[in-house]
């Protein structure tokens, strides 16, 4: 018989042995009490990704990962233009992390109802702008349609605006602006959308930017803007210095951090609590293995005694109650990720927990399975575990006396 084998006999034999009677129900709370810990920790890893990935899908829906603008500009929705056809412009779509440039511009207006009056923010889009980020956010209706020649008359509110000034789809609009002269558009609602961003439904339209152009006098060749979408943001601070350093000195690059850092601020407290929680979650883990494992041995001493006298070295010894131990951590993983993903996927699929839009910009706790991060959890729990009890289990096996462990049964 390999040693393999014996050992792995033997340790069945401990964990499920009739002389294992007080420590049988002690093995089983402690793979309750990992698998827990495991839970607590993968939904928490869960519900931080997902809520990330929510917010920075909302603010991307809107506008994009890096926004390329005029340096004088003064963030008060009347941006100074600059021309689109400028030879920066391919370099930036040639590069592999880019997955798409959209022109753009903004205006300060009043939309105004028979009844009430609010300010507005209309933003200009043209052909080149990506709805499929954005249709994820509209609630009612349809998206703008822009044709080639004809400057098209509609507008899509957002649900705030839509409950303030009691618009519907269909209904029409007419906004001001204030500039000399004064200028009137009238527009017809085809779509209401919602992120949940304050920043965004308090005041955000959405317009054709031939719009924008004519107000302003400017040439079709003129725009506020220009965003930058990413296929992803993993090094978005990066790209987005590479980028800013292709458009020349007059114009700026900046990424969604740097232009909502607020936001970004608030989800970065987030990773802080994942990992205090964790840590705290990881320690209560060890005690309970800790506690498990010197119940099992002092309940075992006498068969410690045994396998001494019958030849067994200390660091045999150490090996099989690191293999107990190892048995009971590997149930409780097993249980913990198999209980954490129903329970992920529940509330992805129907999203039992609220949240309050209002604080959260979210109306439910959102999830997402970061696959790397799950593993490397699942893996730091065993080692780390594993590598801490070597210690005791070394110092038990070592100062075990073989006759005087007999005689302790």
């Keep these: ?42 939904v928490a890893i869960a519900v931080t990704t997902g809520y990330k990935q929510v917010i920075r899908d909302k603010v991307v829906a809107m506008g994009s990962h890096v926004r390329i603008s005029n340096y004088d500009m003064n963030y008060s929705f009347e941006p100074v233009p600059f021309e689109k056809n400028q030879t920066f412009v391919e370099e930036i779509k040639a590069m592999s992390e880019v997955k798409s440039v959209q022109c753009y511009s903004t205006k300060s207006g009043v939309i105004k109802t028979d009844d009430q009056v609010e300010g507005v923010v209309l933003k200009g889009i043209d052909q080149s702008f990506d ?16 044709e080639d020649t004809l400057t098209s008359k509609d507008i899509i509110i957002s649900s705030t605006l839509s409950k303030r000034l009691k618009l519907n789809v269909g209904d029409k609009v007419r906004t001001y602006f204030v500039q000399d002269p004064p200028m009137q558009r009238s527009f017809t609602v085809v779509g209401i959308y919602e992120t949940g961003l304050p920043e ?72 802080t609590n994942v990992i205090v929680l964790l840590v705290i979650t990881f320690c209560v883990c060890l005690i309970t293995m800790m506690s498990a494992f010197f119940i099992i041995v002092i309940e075992q001493t006498a068969t410690i005694g045994l396998l001494k006298t019958m030849g067994m070295k200390t660091k045999s010894v150490v090996s099989l109650f690191l293999m107990i131990a190892a048995d009971i951590l590997l149930k409780g993983l097993l249980w913990g990720n198999l209980v954490a993903l129903l329970i992920c996927l529940a509330q992805r699929q129907w999203h039992w927990v609220r949240l309050d839009a209002a604080t959260y910009y979210v109306s439910y706790v959102p999830v997402a399975f970061n696959i790397p991060l799950i593993l490397a959890v699942n893996v730091a729990v065993l080692v780390l575990c594993m590598a801490i009890l070597v210690i005791p289990a070394y110092l038990v096996a070592r100062k075990s006396s073989p006759l005087a462990a007999i005689k302790f049964d």
């Design 1 to 42: 018989m390999s040693s393999f084998s014996f050992y792995l006999q033997t340790v069945r034999k401990l964990l499920k042995g009739e002389n294992s009677s007080f420590s049988r129900p002690i093995v089983r709370l402690s793979v309750a009490g990992v698998a827990l810990g495991i839970v607590v920790m993968l």
């Design 131 to 146: 709805t499929a980020h954005f249709k994820k956010n509209l609630i009612a209706g349809e998206l703008l349609t822009l």
């Design 200 to 271: 965004y439904d308090s005041q955000m339209a959405l317009v054709d930017l031939r719009q924008i152009q004519k107000l302003n006098q400017w040439d079709s060749n003129m725009v506020g803007g220009m965003e930058v979408l990413l296929h992803d943001d993993k090094n978005l601070d990066e790209l987005a210095q590479k980028i800013d350093l292709k458009i020349g000195y007059n114009l700026k690059a900046e990424s969604i951090k740097q232009v909502f850092p607020e936001i970004f601020q608030w989800i970065a407290l987030f990773d």
